[in-house]
């Protein structure tokens, strides 16, 4: 294990020294929430009703924007070779660096939603479960990330290849995500959809490295 | 310790790169791979490393741990460095010692392989300034960061003054004579001790 997080501690070292893929997502996140108020005009009903999706969506598109970057650097400048002769089996690299893509993206990204809910008037109510559950769903943003990044590690200029690979993934965790913002609203509350977006997080962090693993290993050929 | 390759049949891109290649390497040996460009050097030292699948043909290793493959055990220096320029020299170093070493390793041990690749005054420093060379040392000191049985060198001269070339040729010279293994793909003749050479042909040449 000990490998594992001189893994971690690396790679959260690079993010910050090297920031561009943190500023990146952050800033985009940023831009097409202030952009939507002004695009859809000033209903404040409107912009609650729909609050908690487009920021479900923004989020996973400027996730998508630094997910290339989990391997694309090790794999330009040989680490991953280097990577693939330790004694951490290639599916816990992949964890690790998942987890650090994680650290340094998914948490700032769930940070900053409620921020930018103030700009479409989200209801005061759903903050704290707005922050639980992009905390809880951002996992599998990372995870499942990691696969379409390791698939498109050698393909030049690939980040619409990575969207295609990726986004269908991305699927259940946005149905759930946003349902569980809108469920806590209603009667029933938001147990279920919630819990079902932990579980896709859960299955994504024990199944997402596997596939990538194995996506690394062709890549290494 | 002994590292056998029996009839392999390598491809690379649909182009036959080796075909029905055996050797055997034992501890205290190196293997000079020699050949013209596109012999299929690399492409050996990958497969040996366990990257690339044969489509034929095995190679396996006789006598070291049997819980880890070769590529476990093996120290495998490419083309690339592997060096990470936000960082520094001792902060890339202590990565690669983390990474790749057994805890049980001695205190001062990172220090002394950064003196061997005469990197010792630049630890401190950032690894985007290195010049080539220095960048290459730096590949190179990952050697000597981990113990390991078997050394896959891919072109190791590349970008090396005569002075490094020298440091490093001693460097194997050591590894081999404490009972390791050295594959070295090289067009330079290293003074490497107990060596012998594979010259590889390259079979779009020959035909």
């Known amino acids: 294990m ?35 108020p002004l695009g859809l005009g000033p209903d404040l009903n409107l912009l609650a009703r729909i609050a908690a999706g487009i920021l479900w969506i923004a989020l996973l598109l400027a996730a998508l924007l630094s997910l290339n970057r989990i391997f694309e650097a090790d794999y330009e400048d040989g680490t991953l070779d280097v990577l693939a002769t330790g004694t951490l089996p290639l599916e816990l690299v992949a964890t690790a660096k998942s987890l650090a893509h994680w650290l340094t993206t998914g948490i700032p990204l769930a940070l900053l939603a409620p921020v930018l809910g103030i700009l479409l008037n989200l209801d005061l109510a759903s903050y704290p479960i707005l922050v639980g559950t992009t905390l809880v769903g951002t996992p599998a943003v990372s995870f499942l990330g990691a696969i379409g990044a390791a698939l498109t590690v050698k393909a030049r200029r690939g980040g619409l290849l990575l969207a295609l690979v990726v986004l269908p993934l991305y699927v259940p965790t946005l149905i759930f995500g946003i349902s569980a913002v809108s469920a806590a609203a209603g009667p029933a509350g938001m147990g279920a959809a919630f819990l079902i977006l932990a579980a896709i997080s859960l299955a994504a962090v024990v199944l997402g490295p596997i596939a990538a693993a194995a996506a690394l290993r062709i890549q290494l050929q | 310790m002994q590292l056998i390759a029996e009839d392999l049949i390598i491809e690379r891109g649909g182009r036959l790169v080796i075909d029905g290649l055996s050797f055997a390497v034992s501890a205290g040996e190196t293997l000079v791979l020699a050949g013209a460009n596109g012999a299929g050097k690399t492409t050996l030292l990958r497969t040996l490393a366990g990257y690339i699948r044969p489509s034929a043909g095995s190679v396996r290793c006789d006598g070291g741990d049997d819980e880890l493959t070769i590529a476990e055990q093996a120290h495998v220096i490419g083309h690339a460095n592997a060096v990470k320029s936000s960082l520094t020299v001792f902060e890339n170093a202590t990565f690669w010692s983390e990474f790749l070493g057994s805890p049980n390793e001695t205190d001062g041990h990172i220090e002394s392989a950064l003196r061997h690749f005469g990197l010792d005054d630049l630890a401190e420093f950032p690894a985007a300034y290195l010049s080539a060379g220095q960048r290459r040392r730096l590949g190179l000191s990952r050697l000597l960061l981990a113990k390991r049985p078997l050394w896959l060198l891919d072109e190791p001269t590349v970008s090396l003054d005569v002075a490094s070339t020298e440091r490093l040729v001693s460097a194997v010279n050591d590894h081999t004579r404490s009972g390791g293994l050295a594959i070295v793909a090289t067009h330079l003749p290293l003074a490497l001790e107990r060596a012998r050479t594979l010259e590889l042909v390259s079979l779009r040449m020959a035909a």
């Open chain 1, 2 to 36: 000990n490998s594992f997080w001189a893994l971690v501690r690396r790679d959260l070292r690079l993010a910050v020294r090297e920031g561009g893929a943190i500023g990146t997502a952050l800033g985009f996140f940023l831009i097409v929430v202030s952009l939507m």
